[in-house]
Nanobody, 125 residues
Framework: QVQLVESGGGLVQAGGSLKLSCAASGRTSSTYGTGWFRQAPGQEREFVGA????????YYADSVKGRFTISRDNAENTVYLQMNSLKPEDTAVYYC??????????????????WGPGTQVTVSS
């Protein structure tokens, strides 16, 4: 089993920045890439970005490209989501997730097995 815990969420004004962390514990050697998703009230969970196990490849949703950056520290088993130029429409609960397979699209939530409980990000206008 793998446990994931997100942190770093909070309230920020539009144009501000936040850095989310996703700390993993347990059998992390059995996992591969890590993804970030978000879900706003009344909306479907949507892909934000992802990073490969090595950190050499990243993927981003068009809505966050150029504003958000994903990185990872494998020594600390932690993945980060740096969010800059935040907009009110970025308000959501943000989740990190890990895959246990190397196939399947990074963009699809069904490709991930382990999920954290989420952290709230609120961007005020």
């Amino acid at each position: 089993q793998v446990q994931l815990v997100e942190s770093g969420g909070g309230l920020v004004q539009a144009g501000g920045s936040l850095k989310l962390s996703c700390a993993a514990s347990g059998r992390t050697s059995s996992t591969y890439g890590t993804g970030w998703f978000r879900q706003a009230p009344g909306q479907e969970r949507e892909f934000v970005g992802a990073i490969s196990r090595s950190g050499g490849t990243t993927y981003y949703a068009d809505s966050v490209k150029g504003r958000f950056t994903i990185s990872r520290d494998n020594a600390e088993n932690t993945v980060y989501l740096q969010m800059n130029s935040l907009k009110p429409e970025d308000t959501a609960v943000y989740y990190c997730a890990r895959r246990t397979i190397t196939s399947g699209s990074y963009y699809l939530s069904g490709s991930y097995v382990y999920w954290g409980p989420g952290t709230q990000v609120t961007v005020s206008s």
